[in-house]
């Protein structure tokens, strides 16, 4: 079941996420309520009709070059932001 928070100035709605016997919580921020109501609705219907809302629906080699240049490209030094750019075709393959 869904909860909506109000908080200073605006209001954050929570979806319980079980699986595997692990209670975890997805979150988002909202400016209204009806807003915050309206996700919260679409996630409970989603999570009913059996959608695993914490799958990504892109792959795992999409995944891993977006969390490169996302992620890490300030994170860490060059030398070891070239390597990990390397390994991209190497995970595409």
Partial sequence: MA????EDHSYRAEISNYKHG???RITKTFK?????????????ISKDNGIDLARRQDSFSSFYENWVYIVKKNDVRPSTFVNYTRTIPVVKK
């Fill in 3 to 6: 909860t909506i928070i109000k």
């Fill in 22 to 24: 692990v209670n975890k």
């Fill in 32 to 44: 209204t309520k009806a807003e915050a109501k309206r996700w919260a609705m679409q996630h409970e």
